[in-house]
């Protein structure tokens, strides 16, 4: 009868020369050939006999990608027994448990596994015996001892028939509820030979397996597909992205098989490169790509490896296959190489069938889906009534039937008869098939988030849409029950910032950023998907080791820490090493400042000034000052685009401190004062901010053209022009709508107000040097507020003190809805310092012509769209600069009182638009 050990020797006996395994370290390469390869298999079969292993038995491995992980699974299926693999991230306890679930008499370990394996079975009554694979250690028998003995020769032919049970896969609860899956000989042979139908490789073929054995889609991409081909299997010892791209290259990869993650990667390191290219070559690459994917889609025509050669490159040039497997795959990410000519083929299955049932095709531009049924393998659709009406194609719990479903679990009779009913695996997954036969996975069913409305949500979709922001490296989306109700009320998500990119481009508040991009990326689902809270973790997520979220456990974490701050003893997050340097008299100075702004928080030295402390973008410039003038130190602004937790700031602070302290001052009531008063000279502010009539008198008539057209067009009507002041600086501050408030509001000044007028932009805009000279001539100041509040502030104070008209916009953003959102305190500190009036403008009507997150919306230009928009000046709000010794809360009444004055306008032409 059929079994995996005799596919394994027929291709040895046929390539005894070949190398069957490498495996790679950073200075040399251990190189096994099948005779090599089969010779330690039968070694080992035959240490084992001796230890009276015989059919049916189990033997556990726990050990890393090798040579010898390999002749040891072909050693015990040699004899007829069951291979145990382990999971080499278990601890003890988890080990103990399996080996006890499972029944293994054998623990076959490595050098590096050894503590691991004597600690887990020491407890056990009978204790498995520990077998070592390589080297010696007292007390354990070696494989290397036994090499040369000639017990291998002695065994009988191997005894296995293709009904029985090869290996036992554990896929979850090794902890409390250990499940064993139970593969034959007859699934993994079919598996392979279902596969093989699809995934042609030959003796020519070299595959990298960086997946860990102990896995089901591992053993069928890194053992039975090569092995039973003649191929070249490559190991790693250490396994990094720097360690796979010189495998590529060296050993001449052509198949492999990994996780989503690497292929995001290889596309961050593509589109990094793209995007640090001139405006032309980025424009190029994305004409090509388009290009590329619509050959591919309507003329099965790919000419992604001339198109897009250093991206292939990257991979070695000579990959042929790969297939990715263990979690979902971003199709947004899957469409971008798809249209570069990579050809990924995404596998779904689940231990319990072997590895795969569904393989996407070589070609196929469907890259949401998850191929179709391998041979011999059927797939049908439980519907579910709860399934979401809005869906074009309703889907349910995937089943799947044919010979790669597994025995059952083992010793789990009551956990098999939930799983297998009449020969159909409820996978618990849940999806769809389309006309074609593709099978979409649209979630999981233990997974689904059930909202008080009754809406059911897939957090996997939810989050791939959120991970679309750069910023965003990773997140998990829950549920939360607000109090008094049985289910989520709400979806909340634990988000890990891009730190790496934050850094790189000076980018200190983290939550401000990544809010922005939650708001915006919401305008793009309906209302009961959209993530209404979040955390920010800046460890990374809990995963399996196929990269699969441990939602539980994060969502454990996440309610456990509701409550843990409050439960923390103040300094729990103090060393003994940390009180002995905040008893510095300068350290203990600047700690109490810091307190004073961290809103009760707990102050430790690792804590992050915003994420911990709370401290929002201009409360951290406000800290900054203040300790500039109290410890009479100046931070460098290349310093503070450095500073992210507390001992960031004390170091910054602390050396530029006299000994004794003596350069520092008294207690700031105002730190703003010193701040924005000094006038400072500054060439470049001057140069932008210097008069051009004759540019100027040209673009008012530009700008009132435009506002010609926008009254015809989007029906703009302006009101309260009165209120503009005839002479002498001004700020004004409307709310933030669209990307067209700017040029609405310069069209409805009179020039005498327009020639005076300059905007602090974000330099983000003007980065090449056209584009900063354009800035020049339009007078914008372009600084970046995410890494250098200060300097923007500067800026409008800087033009104020020269009877300059300055436009900010106070939310600091647009809108994500169109209504007023909150106001930062930016205008009224600068109007405060300045002793100038604000004249508080409403904007109406814009978003819907133009709405964050969207383009332009044509159609509502068109003359019979009824559009209307306003722009409404109101009453100057008035700045008695002799009133600010009464401290900063004088900022918050100010900037309460604009937002006051803008909201009333702005709910005034709202209730009009309903009238009409």
Not at 641 to 652: H, P, S
Request: a neutral charge.
């Amino acid at each position: 009868m059929p079994h995996v050990f005799e596919d394994f020797a027929r291709v040895a006996e046929r390539f005894p020369d070949k190398v069957a395994v490498e495996f790679c370290r950073r200075a040399d390469v251990e190189r096994c050939t099948y005779a090599e390869l089969s010779a330690l298999a039968h070694q080992v079969a035959g240490v084992l006999a001796g230890a009276g292993i015989t059919k049916g038995a189990r033997c556990a491995i726990l050990a890393d990608n090798d040579a010898r992980w390999c002749g040891a699974y072909f050693g015990i299926l040699r004899l007829g027994a069951i291979a145990v693999p382990l999971d080499t991230a278990y601890h003890a306890p988890q080990v103990r448990t399996v080996l006890a679930d499972s029944g293994a008499t054998v623990l076959v370990t490595s050098a590096r596994h050894l503590a691991t394996a004597r600690e887990a079975t020491a407890a056990m009554s009978p204790a498995p015996e520990v077998l070592l694979l390589s080297g010696t250690a007292p007390g354990v028998r070696d494989i290397d001892t036994a090499l040369g003995a000639g017990v291998a020769s002695s065994l009988p032919p191997c005894p296995a028939t293709s009904s029985d049970a090869a290996v036992m896969l554990y896929t979850s609860g090794t902890t409390s509820d250990p499940k064993g899956v139970v593969l034959t000989h007859g699934n993994l042979l079919a598996e392979k030979t279902a596969a093989f139908t699809v995934v042609r490789l030959t003796e020519h073929d070299a595959i990298l397996g960086v997946l860990p054995l102990f896995h089901a889609l591992a053993q069928l991409a890194n053992l039975l597909l090569p092995f039973t081909a003649g191929a070249r299997v490559v190991f790693l010892e250490t396994i990094t992205s720097t360690d796979m791209m010189r495998a590529f290259t060296e050993r001449q990869i052509t198949t492999f098989c990994v996780v989503p993650q690497f292929y995001y990667l290889l596309h961050q390191r593509i589109m990094d490169r793209v995007a640090s290219s001139p405006f032309p070559a980025r424009v190029a690459f994305r004409s090509l790509l388009a290009a590329n994917a619509r050959l591919r889609q309507h003329l099965g025509l790919n000419l992604g490896r001339r198109l897009f050669k250093r991206a292939h490159d990257a991979l070695g040039g000579h990959m042929r296959v790969m297939v990715s497997g263990g979690s979902r795959f971003d199709s947004r990410i899957g469409r971008d190489l798809y249209a570069m000519g990579f050809n990924i083929l995404q596998a779904y299955g689940l231990t319990e069938c072997s590895g795969a049932a569904t393989l996407l095709r070589p070609g196929d531009p469907h890259v949401e889906a998850v191929g179709q049924v391998l041979a011999g393998v059927e797939i049908r659709i439980l519907p579910d009534p709860a399934s979401p009406l809005d869906r074009e194609h309703p889907d349910g719990e995937v089943l799947i039937k044919g010979p790669i479903v597994m025995a059952g679990y083992h010793n789990r009779p009551d956990v098999n008869a939930a799983a297998l009913e009449d020969g159909w695996l409820h996978t618990g997954d849940l999806g769809y098939l389309d006309e074609d036969g593709r099978l979409y996975i649209t979630g999981r069913k233990r997974e689904i988030i059930v909202l008080a409305s009754g809406k059911n949500i897939y957090p996997e979709e939810i989050e791939a849409h959120y991970a679309q922001s750069p910023f965003i490296r990773e997140l998990c989306v829950m549920g939360v029950a607000l109090s008094g109700e049985p289910s989520a009320e709400r979806l909340h998500a634990i988000v890990v910032p891009n730190v790496d990119l934050m850094r790189e481009r000076h980018i200190v508040n983290f939550r401000e950023v990544i809010r922005f991009d939650i708001e915006g990326l919401a305008l793009g689902l309906p209302h009961y998907k959209r993530v209404l809270s979040f955390d920010i973790w800046l460890e990374d997520l809990p995963r399996t080791t196929t990269r699969k979220l441990k939602r539980h456990e994060i969502e454990r974490r996440y309610r456990d820490g509701q409550t843990a701050a409050e439960e923390r003893p103040a300094g729990a997050d103090w060393s003994d090493a940390d009180q002995v340097w905040a008893a510095d008299p300068r350290v203990s100075r600047i700690l109490a400042a810091i307190r004073a702004s961290a809103h009760g928080a707990a102050v430790t030295p690792d804590a992050n000034l915003e994420l911990d402390l709370g401290l929002d973008s201009m409360e951290r410039v406000e800290l900054f000052s203040r300790l500039e003038q109290e410890m009479g130190v100046d931070v460098a602004e290349e310093a503070a685009q450095r500073i992210y937790t507390v001992r960031d700031l004390v170091d910054a602070v602390h050396p530029l401190t006299g000994e004794s302290g003596a350069q520092a001052s008294a207690a700031v009531a105002d730190p703003w004062a010193r701040t924005l008063a000094a006038d400072e000279s500054d060439e470049v502010f001057a140069s932008i901010l210097k008069p051009r009539p004759i540019f100027g008198t040209f673009a008012f008539l530009v700008m009132r053209a435009l506002h010609a057209c926008a009254r015809v067009f989007a029906g703009l009507r302006v009101t309260g022009r009165e209120h503009i002041p005839a002479a002498g600086p001004f700020v004004l501050s409307p709310n933030h709508q669209s990307y067209l408030d700017g040029f609405l509001l310069v069209g409805a000044l009179p020039y005498a107000t327009f020639r005076r007028l300059f905007f602090v932009g974000a330099s983000e805009y003007f980065e090449t040097p056209l584009r900063r000279t354009l800035a020049e001539w339009i007078n914008v100041v372009p600084v970046d507020p995410d890494a250098n509040l200060l300097r923007a502030m500067q800026a409008g104070a800087f033009g104020l003190r020269r009877n300059r008209v300055l436009a900010l916009f106070p939310e600091g953003e647009r809108s994500p809805d169109g209504a007023p959102r909150r106001f930062k305190k930016g205008a009224a500190i600068t109007a405060l310092q300045a002793g100038v009036p604000i004249v508080p403008v409403a904007i109406h009507g814009v978003f819907e012509i133009w709405p964050r997150g969207k383009s332009l919306q044509w159609r509502t230009l068109w003359p019979w769209a009824g559009t209307r928009c306003d722009v409404q000046f109101g009453p100057p709000i008035p700045s008695d600069g002799a009133a600010l010794a009464a401290g900063s809360d004088k900022y918050e009444q100010h900037t309460a009182a604009l937002r006051a004055s803008v909201v009333q306008m702005w709910d005034a032409l709202e209730s009009q638009r309903r009238r009409l």
